[in-house]
Protein backbone atom coordinates (compact mmCIF):
# COMPACT_ATOMS: atom_id res chain seq x y z
CA UNK A 1 0.00 0.00 0.00
CA UNK A 2 1.63 3.40 -0.73
CA UNK A 3 2.84 5.82 2.13
CA UNK A 4 1.12 8.55 2.92
CA UNK A 5 2.33 11.74 4.72
CA UNK A 6 0.46 13.98 6.98
CA UNK A 7 1.39 16.98 9.35
CA UNK A 8 2.26 15.80 12.66
CA UNK A 9 -0.25 18.24 14.25
CA UNK A 10 -2.62 20.94 13.48
CA UNK A 11 -5.14 23.32 15.51
CA UNK A 12 -8.35 24.80 14.06
CA UNK A 13 -11.13 27.17 16.05
CA UNK A 14 -14.42 25.51 16.54
CA UNK A 15 -16.86 25.89 14.51
CA UNK A 16 -14.67 27.32 11.85
CA UNK A 17 -13.74 24.38 8.49
CA UNK A 18 -10.60 22.14 9.56
CA UNK A 19 -8.58 21.60 6.13
CA UNK A 20 -6.22 18.45 6.86
CA UNK A 21 -3.95 17.40 4.05
CA UNK A 22 -2.44 14.28 2.98
CA UNK A 23 0.18 13.82 0.37
CA UNK A 24 0.45 9.87 -1.50
CA UNK A 25 2.37 10.73 -4.30
CA UNK A 26 2.77 7.24 -5.03
CA UNK A 27 -0.91 6.15 -4.75
CA UNK A 28 -1.75 3.54 -7.58
CA UNK A 29 -4.65 3.26 -9.73
CA UNK A 30 -6.47 0.50 -7.79
CA UNK A 31 -5.77 2.06 -4.37
CA UNK A 32 -8.54 3.88 -2.81
CA UNK A 33 -8.02 6.87 -0.36
CA UNK A 34 -9.67 6.53 3.00
CA UNK A 35 -9.94 8.57 6.41
CA UNK A 36 -10.61 7.07 10.16
CA UNK A 37 -10.12 9.25 12.91
CA UNK A 38 -9.13 8.10 16.74
CA UNK A 39 -10.58 9.85 19.72
CA UNK A 40 -8.65 9.51 22.59
CA UNK A 41 -7.91 5.72 23.26
CA UNK A 42 -11.26 4.92 21.65
CA UNK A 43 -11.17 2.67 17.99
CA UNK A 44 -10.81 4.04 15.11
CA UNK A 45 -13.69 5.80 13.13
CA UNK A 46 -14.56 5.50 9.87
CA UNK A 47 -14.92 9.02 7.98
CA UNK A 48 -15.12 9.04 4.36
CA UNK A 49 -13.13 7.20 1.47
CA UNK A 50 -12.93 7.20 -2.15
CA UNK A 51 -10.94 6.54 -5.04
CA UNK A 52 -11.21 9.61 -8.03
CA UNK A 53 -13.98 11.39 -7.11
CA UNK A 54 -14.66 14.24 -4.52
CA UNK A 55 -16.67 12.51 -1.79
CA UNK A 56 -19.21 14.25 0.88
CA UNK A 57 -20.98 12.74 3.40
CA UNK A 58 -22.84 13.38 6.68
CA UNK A 59 -19.25 13.53 8.54
CA UNK A 60 -17.06 15.36 6.02
CA UNK A 61 -15.93 16.19 1.93
CA UNK A 62 -12.75 14.43 0.47
CA UNK A 63 -10.91 16.20 -1.91
CA UNK A 64 -8.95 14.30 -4.13
CA UNK A 65 -6.84 15.85 -6.61
CA UNK A 66 -7.11 14.87 -10.05
CA UNK A 67 -3.34 13.57 -10.39
CA UNK A 68 -4.40 11.31 -6.42
CA UNK A 69 -1.13 12.26 -5.39
CA UNK A 70 -2.86 14.27 -2.41
CA UNK A 71 -6.24 14.71 -0.69
CA UNK A 72 -7.88 16.84 1.78
CA UNK A 73 -10.26 16.01 4.36
CA UNK A 74 -12.47 18.75 5.50
CA UNK A 75 -14.57 19.01 8.35
CA UNK A 76 -17.17 21.66 7.99
CA UNK A 77 -17.86 23.13 11.44
CA UNK A 78 -15.32 21.79 13.48
CA UNK A 79 -16.74 20.78 16.98
CA UNK A 80 -14.73 20.62 20.31
CA UNK A 81 -15.44 16.59 19.58
CA UNK A 82 -13.58 16.47 16.78
CA UNK A 83 -10.54 16.83 18.55
CA UNK A 84 -8.95 13.74 17.57
CA UNK A 85 -5.91 11.53 15.69
CA UNK A 86 -7.00 11.60 11.84
CA UNK A 87 -5.40 8.80 10.04
CA UNK A 88 -4.96 9.24 5.95
CA UNK A 89 -4.65 5.62 4.95
CA UNK A 90 -3.65 4.44 1.36
CA UNK A 91 -5.07 0.72 0.59
CA UNK A 92 -5.84 -1.16 -2.44
CA UNK A 93 -9.46 -2.12 -2.80
CA UNK A 94 -9.16 -5.87 -2.22
CA UNK A 95 -12.20 -6.73 0.28
CA UNK A 96 -10.01 -8.29 3.03
CA UNK A 97 -6.62 -6.10 2.79
CA UNK A 98 -6.02 -5.03 6.43
CA UNK A 99 -5.84 -0.81 7.10
CA UNK A 100 -1.53 0.28 7.72
CA UNK A 101 -1.96 3.10 10.44
CA UNK A 102 0.42 5.91 9.78
CA UNK A 103 0.90 8.73 12.67
CA UNK A 104 -1.82 10.63 11.39
CA UNK A 105 -2.48 14.00 11.90
CA UNK A 106 -3.66 15.41 15.61
CA UNK A 107 -6.39 17.63 15.89
CA UNK A 108 -7.18 20.02 18.06
CA UNK A 109 -10.25 22.10 18.30
CA UNK A 110 -10.19 25.35 20.51
CA UNK A 111 -13.18 27.76 21.69
CA UNK B 1 -26.14 1.90 13.89
CA UNK B 2 -24.54 -2.01 13.73
CA UNK B 3 -21.78 -1.68 15.90
CA UNK B 4 -18.31 -4.27 16.71
CA UNK B 5 -18.61 -5.20 20.53
CA UNK B 6 -15.65 -6.18 22.30
CA UNK B 7 -15.26 -7.64 25.75
CA UNK B 8 -13.77 -7.02 28.35
CA UNK B 9 -13.09 -3.58 28.19
CA UNK B 10 -10.41 -3.85 30.80
CA UNK B 11 -8.47 -7.20 31.49
CA UNK B 12 -5.13 -7.12 33.81
CA UNK B 13 -3.47 -10.64 33.76
CA UNK B 14 0.03 -11.73 35.44
CA UNK B 15 2.33 -12.34 33.17
CA UNK B 16 2.66 -15.85 31.92
CA UNK B 17 -1.01 -16.66 32.38
CA UNK B 18 -3.16 -16.58 29.23
CA UNK B 19 -6.01 -14.29 28.34
CA UNK B 20 -8.71 -14.60 25.83
CA UNK B 21 -10.38 -11.33 23.93
CA UNK B 22 -13.53 -11.68 23.03
CA UNK B 23 -15.24 -9.95 19.86
CA UNK B 24 -18.65 -9.96 18.49
CA UNK B 25 -18.15 -8.50 15.06
CA UNK B 26 -20.97 -7.09 13.21
CA UNK B 27 -23.05 -10.02 11.78
CA UNK B 28 -23.19 -10.11 8.20
CA UNK B 29 -19.46 -9.24 7.63
CA UNK B 30 -16.94 -11.77 6.41
CA UNK B 31 -13.49 -10.24 6.88
CA UNK B 32 -12.38 -10.02 10.65
CA UNK B 33 -9.66 -8.22 12.38
CA UNK B 34 -7.59 -7.88 15.20
CA UNK B 35 -5.03 -4.39 15.81
CA UNK B 36 -2.88 -3.57 18.86
CA UNK B 37 -1.88 0.02 20.26
CA UNK B 38 0.55 0.23 22.61
CA UNK B 39 -0.07 3.41 24.64
CA UNK B 40 1.34 6.06 22.80
CA UNK B 41 1.59 4.26 19.84
CA UNK B 42 0.34 4.03 16.29
CA UNK B 43 -2.26 1.33 15.80
CA UNK B 44 -0.46 -2.33 14.71
CA UNK B 45 -2.42 -4.65 12.75
CA UNK B 46 -2.17 -8.01 13.64
CA UNK B 47 -4.43 -10.57 11.74
CA UNK B 48 -7.11 -10.61 9.70
CA UNK B 49 -9.20 -14.01 9.14
CA UNK B 50 -11.86 -14.78 6.18
CA UNK B 51 -13.91 -17.70 5.99
CA UNK B 52 -12.71 -19.55 8.73
CA UNK B 53 -8.86 -19.31 8.30
CA UNK B 54 -6.13 -16.37 8.56
CA UNK B 55 -5.74 -14.47 5.27
CA UNK B 56 -2.78 -12.66 6.54
CA UNK B 57 -0.82 -11.98 9.86
CA UNK B 58 1.73 -9.70 10.50
CA UNK B 59 5.65 -10.16 12.49
CA UNK B 60 3.99 -9.25 15.54
CA UNK B 61 1.35 -12.27 15.39
CA UNK B 62 3.76 -15.08 16.62
CA UNK B 63 2.88 -18.38 17.54
CA UNK B 64 2.10 -17.10 21.59
CA UNK B 65 -1.21 -15.52 19.46
CA UNK B 66 -4.07 -17.55 17.97
CA UNK B 67 -7.52 -16.33 16.41
CA UNK B 68 -11.30 -18.51 16.56
CA UNK B 69 -14.11 -17.88 15.53
CA UNK B 70 -16.04 -20.85 17.82
CA UNK B 71 -19.37 -20.13 16.89
CA UNK B 72 -20.21 -18.02 13.96
CA UNK B 73 -20.93 -15.00 15.86
CA UNK B 74 -17.70 -14.72 18.16
CA UNK B 75 -14.15 -13.81 17.50
CA UNK B 76 -11.41 -14.35 20.07
CA UNK B 77 -7.89 -13.34 20.26
CA UNK B 78 -5.86 -16.04 22.63
CA UNK B 79 -2.99 -14.99 24.15
CA UNK B 80 -0.88 -18.02 25.47
CA UNK B 81 1.46 -16.55 27.83
CA UNK B 82 1.14 -13.03 28.45
CA UNK B 83 4.33 -11.03 28.65
CA UNK B 84 4.90 -7.55 30.07
CA UNK B 85 5.09 -6.00 26.30
CA UNK B 86 1.79 -7.44 25.62
CA UNK B 87 0.12 -4.99 27.86
CA UNK B 88 -2.06 -2.44 25.06
CA UNK B 89 -5.57 -1.67 23.63
CA UNK B 90 -6.53 -4.79 21.35
CA UNK B 91 -9.25 -3.80 19.06
CA UNK B 92 -11.40 -5.62 16.81
CA UNK B 93 -12.62 -4.99 13.47
CA UNK B 94 -15.02 -6.44 10.63
CA UNK B 95 -16.36 -5.93 7.33
CA UNK B 96 -18.55 -6.31 4.46
CA UNK B 97 -17.64 -7.63 0.93
CA UNK B 98 -17.11 -4.37 -0.94
CA UNK B 99 -14.10 -4.11 -2.37
CA UNK B 100 -14.02 -0.53 -0.59
CA UNK B 101 -16.16 -0.31 2.32
CA UNK B 102 -15.41 0.42 5.62
CA UNK B 103 -14.10 -1.53 8.83
CA UNK B 104 -15.68 -1.07 11.84
CA UNK B 105 -13.82 -1.02 14.84
CA UNK B 106 -14.72 -2.03 18.52
CA UNK B 107 -14.01 0.17 21.31
CA UNK B 108 -11.26 -1.99 22.49
CA UNK B 109 -9.91 -4.37 25.31
CA UNK B 110 -7.34 -2.39 27.80
CA UNK B 111 -4.91 -5.64 28.30
CA UNK B 112 -2.43 -5.11 31.67
CA UNK B 113 -0.12 -7.60 31.71
CA UNK B 114 1.95 -7.22 35.74
Known amino acids: DAKTTQPTSMDCAEGRAANLPCNHS???????VYWYRQIHSQGPQYIIH???NNETNEMASLIITEDRKSSTLILPHATLRDTAVYYC????????????FGGGTRVLVKP | EPEVTQTPSHQVTQMGQEVILRCVPI?????FYWYRQILGQKVEFLVS????????KSEIFDDQFSVERPDGSNFTLKIRSTKLEDSAMYFC????????????FGSGTRLTVV
Open chain 2, 93 to 104: ASRGDSDSGGYT
Open chain 1, 26 to 32: TISGNEY
Open chain 2, 27 to 31: SNHLY
Open chain 1, 50 to 52: GLK
Open chain 1, 89 to 100: IVRVGAAGNKLT
Open chain 2, 49 to 56: FYNNEISE
